[in-house]
């Protein structure tokens, strides 16, 4: 599923990738949002 998204779309799909990361960061260390 997630191939097909990058194939279709790689800039939304990177997009994402980086929106999920990121969220994945806050939940683990919320300090590292808080600049």
Aim: no cysteine; net charge positive; hydrophobic share 35%.
């Amino acid at each position: 599923m997630e191939f097909e998204l990058r194939a279709v779309s790689p800039a939304q799909s990177t997009k994402d990738a980086v929106e999920k990361r990121a969220s994945f960061l806050e939940k683990r260390d919320p300090t590292l949002t808080q600049r």
